[in-house]
């Protein structure tokens, strides 16, 4: 399973954009990237999955650049109910795999 | 809400005792994972079935085992406890190996 760095924390203002970034250097040609949200006291949630280019979907969009090293979570014009917790996750889905490795995430604090 | 259901909410025991932690997956889910969530050690795999049967296995230490029944509810037992066991036990479904639906968790309070 590929290692996965995050920025431990961010701030941010509402209605602005939030772009978190993860690196994965190490990622292998069948792991796909995946992010969750957890809030205190809760289960992770999550938000979006994606293997290459682009993905985008009601919450975020996941962007990956070509060589898959990095990639980023963009959560357009974030409200206080955005601050959490935001995991990035890389592995594969098939075979005895499924299990997802937690890095320590980064902190999201949305400020009024 | 996920769809997954924990059960209890909240759990008080003493050191050495054994607790059961009982988890339903989301209708139609057939792997089911346990995971636990420390202060310190953040949130760790423990164990998952698929159908029934043992799929992978993370940091499980030997004093704690799981199940998965026929009717695909899931199990994780925790015997000899100690108070380093005191943390936030997650159980989460997924139809297949993608995203995975979290329950709400069970506080593990051992003194």
């Known amino acids: 399973l590929a290692k996965t760095t995050q920025p431990i924390s961010m701030d941010s203002y509402e209605g602005q954009e939030v772009n978190i970034t993860c690196s994965h250097n190490?990622?292998?040609?069948?792991?796909?990237i995946t992010w969750y949200q957890q809030f205190p006291s809760q289960g992770p949630r999550f938000i979006i999955q994606?293997?290459?280019t682009k993905v985008t979907n009601e919450v975020a969009s996941l962007f990956i650049p070509a060589d898959r090293k990095s990639s980023t979570l963009s959560l357009p014009r974030v409200s206080l109910s955005d601050t959490a917790v935001y995991y990035c996750?890389?592995?594969?889905?098939?075979?005895?795999?499924?299990?997802?490795?937690f890095g320590q995430g980064t902190t999201l604090q949305v400020k009024p | 809400d996920s769809g997954v259901t924990q059960t209890p909410k909240h759990l008080i025991t003493a050191t050495g005792q054994r607790v059961t932690l009982r988890c339903s997956p989301r209708s139609g889910d057939l792997s089911v994972y346990w995971y636990q969530q420390s202060l310190d050690q953040g949130l760790q795999f423990l164990i998952q079935y698929y159908n029934g049967e043992e799929r992978a296995k993370g940091n499980i230490l030997e004093r704690f085992s799981a199940q998965q029944f026929p009717d695909l509810h899931s199990e994780l037992n925790l015997s000899s406890l100690e108070l380093g066991d005191s943390a936030l036990y997650f159980c989460?479904?997924?139809?297949?190996?993608?995203?995975?639906?979290f329950g709400p968790g069970t506080r593990l309070t051992v003194t």
């Open positions: 994606g293997y290459k």
């Open positions: 190490n990622i292998a040609t069948n792991d796909y």
């Open positions: 996750l890389v592995g594969v889905l098939s075979g005895n795999t499924g299990k997802l490795i």
């Open positions: 989460a479904s997924s139809p297949r190996d993608s995203e995975q639906y």
